[in-house]
């Protein structure tokens, strides 16, 4: 049973830059689409981006786009969503995903994905 870890939140201040790690264990990672995805308070929990098995095809939702990227080295079983220009409304917490039903892609939506970790919380605030 895979089972995912993420770790690197903690608090910035805007403008600032974080890199969140999403560990896998119990599987490997080489055929599974990862997303990332966050929850503020008081919200539905979004997309912010994915990335298909290979790493070859990435997704960033607009609000992000230009500012996040998304890697994986699927030896060392790690995905990475290195956050740049960070904003307050960035503030959440930040959950990666695993799915094995898109080979050549990646999903937007929680409901895409049957694995989850635990969170991080990143806050964004001077």
């Known amino acids: 049973q895979l089972q995912l870890v993420e770790s690197g939140g903690g608090l910035v201040q805007p403008g600032g830059s974080l890199r969140l790690s999403c560990a896998a264990s119990g599987d490997t990672l080489d055929y599974f689409a990862i997303g990332w995805f966050r929850q503020a308070p008081g919200k539905e929990r979004e997309g912010v981006s994915c990335?298909?098995?290979?790493?070859?095809?990435?997704n960033y939702s607009d609000s992000v786009k230009g500012r996040f990227t998304i890697s994986r080295d699927n030896a060392k079983k790690t995905v990475y969503l290195q956050m740049n220009s960070l904003k307050p409304e960035d503030t959440a917490v930040y959950y990666c995903?695993?799915?094995?039903?898109?080979?050549?892609?990646?999903?937007?939506?929680?409901?895409?994905?049957?694995?989850w970790g635990q969170g991080t919380q990143v806050t964004v605030s001077s």
């Open positions: 990335i298909s098995s290979s790493g070859g095809r990435t």
């Open positions: 995903a695993a799915e094995t039903a898109f080979p050549l892609s990646c999903g937007d939506y929680a409901v895409d994905y049957r694995f």
